[in-house]
């Protein structure tokens, strides 16, 4: 399957939307897109470098399961910033 470079908040040739994420070695992409029956529903992809080229991990996130995923991801986000160190005020 052949990708297109995107830009950041881009219109995807066969979605709605797309958001790119780059961080450590991967490249994650949230994409709105629309099924043929009208449907939306939202692909998050992470792409990433491997010795035999690239290596791709998809999920997909239905409409009804959007509220669970944003609550989950927010638990999730609160907790790992809980457990990291804080970081101290630079000093002038």
Same mark, same amino acid.
């Given at each position: 399957?052949?990708?297109?470079?995107?830009?950041?908040?881009?219109? #995807?040739?066969?979605?709605?939307?797309? *958001? !790119?994420? /780059?961080?450590?070695?991967?490249?994650?992409?949230?994409?709105?897109?629309?099924? /043929?029956?009208?449907?939306?529903?939202?692909?998050?992809? *992470?792409?990433?470098?491997?010795? #035999?080229?690239?290596?791709?991990?998809? +999920?997909? +996130?239905?409409?009804?399961?959007?509220? *669970?995923?944003?609550?989950?991801?927010?638990?999730?986000? !609160?907790?790992?910033?809980?457990?990291?160190? !804080?970081?101290?005020?630079?000093?002038?």
């Amino acid at each position: 399957m052949s990708e297109t470079k995107r830009q950041p908040g881009e219109v #995807a040739r066969q979605g709605l939307f797309t *958001e !790119q994420v /780059k961080a450590r070695g991967r490249t994650y992409f949230f994409d709105v897109r629309e099924a /043929k029956s009208g449907g939306r529903y939202l692909v998050i992809s *992470e792409s990433r470098r491997t010795e #035999a080229g690239h290596e791709r991990s998809r +999920v997909v +996130v239905f409409p009804d399961q959007v509220g *669970e995923f944003e609550e989950a991801l927010r638990k999730a986000a !609160q907790a790992l910033r809980a457990g990291q160190p !804080q970081r101290a005020a630079k000093s002038a």
